[in-house]
């Protein structure tokens, strides 16, 4: 089964500064099937990437994802007030699909 | 837009059985994969299964001794039963889609409902 590890586990950044949030997987994903969610408090998480790099409808571009095999990446090119949240890497490729345990970016 | 709406009670005593329906609107539930998903409060997501319109489920082997989700096409619902259940139980419940990606060939959870909280405690 798939273990996966994100890194940091806080990210403590200010509005307009740049946001990079690692994942690593215990196995290479098949055909990159890896996932980025947001999650606010009180609310379901949020698709943002599939495929590793391909963005979700809606949503902007400051978001982008890159990587392949066992090590990814979600960028946030400008922090948003918005962005300000928890992020889920999840693999989709093979059963069972496990979740990340999160990285909550905050506000410094 | 597809909506997805979970329901069910919120408290449930140990050993015994959590029942929960998503309610599927703006989409036809045979044309796609369906699944459960849950959270403990103030922790990570864990998978729990999924079923086609065809009836066809896979779980997550951690819990498929538990396990059994179930879909009403005429009602576009489908729902999870979990049996035996305890505190570690206790969770917010997310139904979600699972979609098609043309680009792997796989596919990933775009829809999610607002989710529900289950107790477990007597």
């Known amino acids: 089964e798939f273990v996966l590890t994100q890194s940091p586990g806080t990210l403590s950044l200010s509005p307009g500064e740049r946001a990079t949030l690692s994942c690593r997987t215990s196995h290479s994903v098949i055909s990159n099937c890896l996932a980025w969610y947001q999650q606010k408090p009180g609310q379901s998480p949020r698709l943002l990437i599939y495929?590793?790099?391909s963005r979700a409808t809606g949503i902007p571009d400051r978001f982008s994802g890159s990587g392949s095999g066992t090590d990814f990446t979600l960028t946030i090119s400008r922090l948003e007030p918005e962005d300000f949240a928890v992020y889920y890497c999840q693999q989709y490729g093979t059963s069972p699909f496990a979740f990340g345990p999160g990285t909550k970016v905050d506000i410094k | 837009q597809v909506q997805l709406q979970e329901s069910g009670p919120g408290l449930v005593k140990p050993s015994e059985t959590l029942s929960l329906t998503c309610t599927v609107s703006g989409d036809s539930i045979t044309s796609y994969y369906w699944s459960w998903i849950r959270q403990p409060p103030g922790k990570g997501l864990e998978w729990i299964g999924y079923?086609?319109?065809?009836?066809?489920?896979n779980y997550n082997p951690s819990l498929k001794s538990r396990v059994t989700i179930s879909i009403d096409t005429s009602k576009n619902q489908f729902s999870l039963k979990l049996t035996s259940v305890t505190a570690a139980d206790t969770a917010v419940y997310y139904c979600?889609?699972?979609?098609?990606?043309?680009?792997?060939?796989?596919?990933?959870?775009?829809?999610w409902g607002q989710g529900t909280l289950v107790t477990v405690s007597s």
């Open positions: 495929g590793a790099s």
């Open positions: 979600a889609r699972k979609y098609y990606d043309l680009s792997t060939g796989y596919y990933y959870f775009d829809r």
């Open positions: 079923i086609y319109y065809s009836g066809s489920t």
